[in-house]
């Protein structure tokens, strides 16, 4: 009895003191950590690994920036550490993905992805209940409609884009043609995002600025022959026509079609929606004569005070332009650094509640609006930019403030 | 007792798989853990219809999608449970099943899968049209239970385990019956289990629709493990191949096949992801690709055949051992050639009447009439391509008469389908032999038997008993690839015979028999026919034909030339010459 309470006692003051020393040890890593660890999950294998990989690439530049200019200082200059993780090509392994994420990588504070909102919506449902907050350049309305709390969406909404994207272009006709454009055509494959964006046009959009549908094409991609879409065109005649592909190989097809029937490089101004028309690959297979003045609208786009980063990117990653991929993610890095900053602890939650309550002044990487988040989670007046391909290259030409070149509106 | 003992591997499994899961405290683990029998079960809807029937189908993810979508919109538009849509998803997908299933199997072999991977592709289309491109099942916060959407993600492992155990369960019993047994004859001969008086196109029909509502059913299950509803990642390609990719690896036709390839896999695909993907990114494909094709070559089965192929060398090597071999071989039971009365008197039983069949231009059958009398055996001769196995084809209802009828007890049967006619009491064997290589001799048998069993146990033994008749008693356990020619032909015999024919047609049953071999078979139709078996019997072989018909039917060109007692026929210049052409005509004579 009296052996078995010495031992008890001996015992408690060894687990003292062994938590004492725990709990010491982990204050201070908690004060002064020297590496926090951000997470990006975009999938870099597979059909999209190509987006994703430009996506990495934005992260690591902006990471070794911050790095450079001392780290979070709130942290005593604790260094960021980037995680990457490859959420794969379908919703099944991107779910995986995240859930590996949080279940292994348990000392993130943030992370950004998934690149398609098919993806991001199932990772955030698991980064959601792991109270990991993320952040995203997919644009889908439906991401910021769950009532989720840790889900930021940097991009304006798919629904939002289409909205602004439409008076500009309007104006944009009207100052280089002097001529207000009347009747327009859509042309646009069935998948999730280019449906949206129609979508938004056909229920109001068009009309409001007074517009009248005169073509509307859906098609499945990949296209076999353009020739009867282009021929429908030929004979409405349309001011505009809104183009959405997503898949390069229907670009290529379509615009060769045009200008085989003399509508192409601007007899019909060819307008698109999304990055696909102006991503690297295209000009693999349509030669830019094709591509000069085509215009679309993204939600993103290397521009006006991003020189220096558009050239450390095409020398450090031999990528000719910066796409919404590149800027936005790199744009990521800086936000949760920001957040960091703010938290002043390397926690999730604290992460979190920083990126609810942030006010971090005018974007610098996002078009337009202010670094700060609606009760949504969206990036309070975010705006979108519109790219015009000239001369082999996709520069942005809207909003004015941001603008790298002045457009032009083709000729008719 | 047999079902018991069946049931206990599964459950002791699934405990086993229960209890590790619980252990597991790692959130994606439990994740993998979930998935896994997911797979399994998608697996195993697969095996039902295409592992067993043999009809491949490339095309399930439809049942699949259909579930997941029935879960993900009942909820978002109704607000119904997931706890009442998956039965609700199970039946449409059941109901998906027929619907698809019906035009479907008219077609067979490639052109039957590739109609199938039609389907998902074709409603994956319909979806996006309908603005279904993601949909995402809504958090229900303050009912999270009665929604399906726990917190405690062990719970999913475990419901996804009660699922798989309950599918394995069904499978079995499945297996074990009549159901099973027509499935299985139908992967090995359609037409013959159609002979056999199974009726292929409704159990076809049956296995589809169960099939279509267990994928259904984990369909919407899936929907709930991933929250996130799209058309690719429930109607997609790589969801048919999933099922596909399990069940094949695993083993095809077994109860376990889908789950050995979705226990392995699965954990496989996702280490290879998280370990070689960090490093070198999309070589996680690469290697689960050669992994598979790697098995496939070593075990085109799929491992549980190749390892039960193993198990089995052993035992049997060990058995040869303490056995001796007269005990293996099969043993034929000694029969007396005791004489019987030639009955080419009796009652008519099956009486043919001008029957014609041509197939284009050329004439198989002509204008042929016979009658065949109670107990008697007819032999039909007649040299390659007299139409003397076309003759057989229109008998059975294989083919339909261009004119003419087939009287069954003065009823006229012509134009049915086969398994009515077998049920009409006619049985029949093959000239190219169909066994259930995999199936034991009884096994094997058995089909036949349903025709007229009406439950299992009686099938079983009237099985035992077709098999007593013909003499394999002995070996009734052993595995019909083991055996010799002459016990297969005996094993078809005892098939035929199972279903109680009153009348049986033999085609070729003694091709490619040795001479003493042929003798002990011929024992054995003798005794059926002492039995009270009415028999016409296709061969080459005269010597052994003239000892045991009755009377001959000669066929030349379709057309019967002549018919009578062995001995006047086998005289017959018309038949020499037929079977010898002219010139032995005068030998002959001599």
Redesign the interface.
Known sequence: MTAKSKITISRRTLLAGASGTLIASRAGWAQQPSEVKVGLLVPISGLYARPGTVMREGAEMAIDHINAQGGVKALGGAKLKLVVLDSGDTTEKAKNAAQRMVAQETDLVAASGAYLSSFTLAVTEVTERANLPMLTLSYSDLITERGFKYVFQTAATAGSQARQALPQLIKLAETASSKRPKTVAILTDNTGASIASAKAMRDGLLAENQLQLIVDETFTPPLADATSLVQKIRSAKPDLLFFLPTVISDAKLLLEKMNEFGLGQGKVPTISFGIAIAEPDMLQTVSPELLQGVLTCVASWGAKGHEALIAELKTRYKEPWMTQNAISTYGDMWVIKDALEKAGKADRVAVGEALRTMDGGPSKYYPLGEIKFDEKGRRVGAGMTIVQWQAGIPVTVFPPELALAKPFWPKS | MLRMRSCLPPLLFTLAYAVVSLGVT????Q??LT?VPVWAVFGLSWNLLSGYTGLISFGHAAFFGIGAYATALGQIYFDISPWLLIPVAAMLGGIAGLLIGFPTFRLQGHYFALAMLAYPLAIL?VF??L?F??V?L??KREAPIAYMQFADPHLYTLLGLALMLATIVLTQVIERSRFGMALLAIKQNEAAAEAAGINTLAWKLRAITLSGAIAAAIGGFYAQV???V?P??VF?M?VSAQALTVAMFGGVGTVWGPVIGSVILIPLA?IL??EA??RI?????VIFGIAIVCVILLAPEGLFWKLRDLLRKRTASKAAVSDTPEAAAANVTALKPAARQRAATGEVVLEVKNLSRSFGGLKAVQDVSFRLHKNEILGIIGPNGAGKTTLFNLLNGFLKPSQGEVLIDGRNMSGQRPHVICEAGIGRTFQVMRPFLRMSILDNVVVGAYVRARTDDEARKMAADAVARVGLSAVADRVAGELSTKELRLMELARAIAGQPRILLLDETLAGLGHGEADEVVAVIQQLARDGMTIAIIEHTMQAMVRLVDRFLVLDHGAVITEGLPEVVTRDNRVIEAYLGKKWVGHAAN
């Open positions: 790692n959130s994606y683990y994740l993998i998935l289309y996006e049209w603005g491109q993601e995402t809504p958090i991933l929250l996130v799209t690719a990642s997609g790589l996702e992801h998280a993907g960090a990114p999309g070589i996680q494909g």
